[in-house]
């Protein structure tokens, strides 16, 4: 487990486990942890939102919890439910066996033994390992009710099911929450947060990351596919190829023992780096032969 006591040390930290930060995001971390504050991180679909909440869980030693968000998500999904089949099953045993108390089996059908606890109550339980990280991953999907909601359990940090009472949290969870910005986020809610927006990296920490995440690619080939993507973003897409997608096609590339790009190898693959047909499309013919051939003049610049 490591110790986040001074920015470097998060930085640190962090590209142990394989994730490379710049200051800016390793600030706020640093931050976030000292004065217990949730985290907002914005930015778009790929940059490594998700995955920082996961490396911070592992440096620290620490459960990660996340609750995916969704269009129609509720309190109650979010929070906790009752498992209705066991709850059923056991008053047909009760009344089978003649031993239907009401107030009893009332008693039991509403306790521990039959709550299934969904992510937002079981960050609020207490850890031997300490408070975990709760994740709420795209926020932005989620309605504006489920929002309000979520205000008031970050402010408290207590959840309250009618049938038990209140559950406050004996720690407080290290809260990341996450937005690919598909909609604004209410301001009251990021009020609660320190914000951070995490963008596409620059070539030399897309280098570092590409290195981390999949080590056994060569150097040269690391440097050209870092370059290709870039260039890519640059383009006019529907959606612009995240970190995430310089990572896959890296592996997919070494899958195929691959050790320069060229317009065919690139054709083959494009799948693994753009996710729309219209955006493959635009990269047919000589276009990823002229993408290629920019990229190339942009590593040798740098």
């Known amino acids: 487990m490591q110790d986040f006591n001074s920015i470097d040390a998060v930085q640190a930290a962090l590209g142990e486990e394989g994730y490379v930060c710049g200051r800016s995001l390793a600030t706020v971390v640093f931050l976030s942890l000292r004065l217990g504050r949730p985290l907002f991180l914005e930015g778009e679909a790929g940059v490594g939102k998700t995955e920082i909440a996961k490396a911070i869980a592992a440096a620290l030693g620490r459960r990660l919890i996340r609750l995916q968000c969704y269009e129609g998500l509720d309190a109650s999904s979010a929070v906790y439910e009752w498992n209705f089949a066991a709850q059923m099953v056991a008053i047909r045993t009760a009344e089978a066996s003649g031993s239907a108390d009401r107030e009893v089996l009332n008693a039991e059908l509403f306790g521990p033994d039959y709550l299934v606890e969904r992510p937002l109550l079981q960050a609020m339980r207490p850890d031997p390992a300490g408070a975990p990280v709760l994740l709420i991953d795209e926020l932005d999907r989620t309605d504006e009710p489920f929002e309000a909601f979520l205000l008031e359990a970050l402010s408290d940090f207590q959840v309250t099911i009618p049938e038990i009472g209140t559950i406050a949290a004996p720690e407080p969870p290290i809260v990341i929450v996450t937005s690919n910005r598909t909609r604004e986020v209410h301001d009251a809610l990021k009020r609660r947060c320190l914000y951070h927006w995490v963008d596409y990296p620059d070539f030399e920490r897309e280098i570092a990351i590409l290195q ?13 596919i870092v370059a290709f993507v870039q260039q890519l973003r640059t383009e ?13 096609w890296a592996k997919c590339l070494l899958a195929l023992d691959v050790l320069t790009l060229s317009p065919e190898v690139i054709a083959d693959t494009l799948g693994a780096v753009l996710k729309y047909q219209d955006d493959i499309a635009k990269l047919q013919g000589s ?8 990229a190339r003049a942009s590593m040798e610049v740098a």
């Not at 276009?287 to 920019?294: I, K, S, T, V």
């Open 212 to 224: 981390a995440r999949a080590p056994e690619a060569a150097e040269a080939l690391s440097r050209e």
């Open 287 to 294: 276009e990823a032969g002229r993408l290629l051939d920019q």
């Open 236 to 248: 006019d897409l529907f959606k612009k190829p995240g970190v995430a997608e310089t990572i896959d």
